[in-house]
C-alpha cells in the first residue's frame, strides 16, 4: 500500500509521464485540480491529446458555457479551451494519449 496526498504532486497531475507520479505513462494522464473563485486557466490547445474535464464540484465558466458538478466537457485536439472558476471547487482531468510538451498556450 501506498499513502499519498493530493499536494505531494504538481497542480493535482497524479498519472502521467512526469515526476512525481503514482503511475509513470505516456499513455494517459489523470489529475484532480483544485480551484479557488476567479482561478483560470490560460486559453490553450493540444495538437495530439483529447482533453475530458469532469466537475466534481464548484462552478466553472469552460468555453462560455457554465459547468457545474457532474458536467464534462471534452476538447479535441486542436480545440481551443480556457475556464475561469466561478465557486471553488476541483475537476478531474484526462489527456490521451499522455504527449508530453503538448500544451500551446494562446
Do not use: R
Not at 45 to 50: E, F, L, V
Amino acid at each position: 500500500m501506498q499513502k499519498s496526498k493530493l499536494t505531494d504532486f504538481t497542480n493535482g497531475w497524479i498519472v502521467g509521464n512526469f515526476n512525481p507520479s503514482i503511475i509513470k505513462t505516456d499513455q494517459f494522464e489523470f489529475a484532480l485540480k483544485k480551484y479557488q473563485a476567479g482561478d483560470v486557466e490560460n486559453k490553450h490547445y493540444h495538437k495530439i491529446a483529447k482533453e475530458i474535464t469532469v466537475v466534481a464540484s464548484g462552478v466553472f465558466i469552460m468555453n462560455n458555457h457554465s459547468l457545474k458538478e457532474g458536467d464534462i466537457l471534452t476538447l479535441e485536439p486542436g480545440e481551443l479551451g480556457e475556464f475561469q472558476c466561478i465557486k471553488d471547487g476541483y475537476t478531474a482531468v484526462i489527456k490521451i494519449p499522455g504527449a508530453s510538451n503538448d500544451k500551446y498556450i494562446i
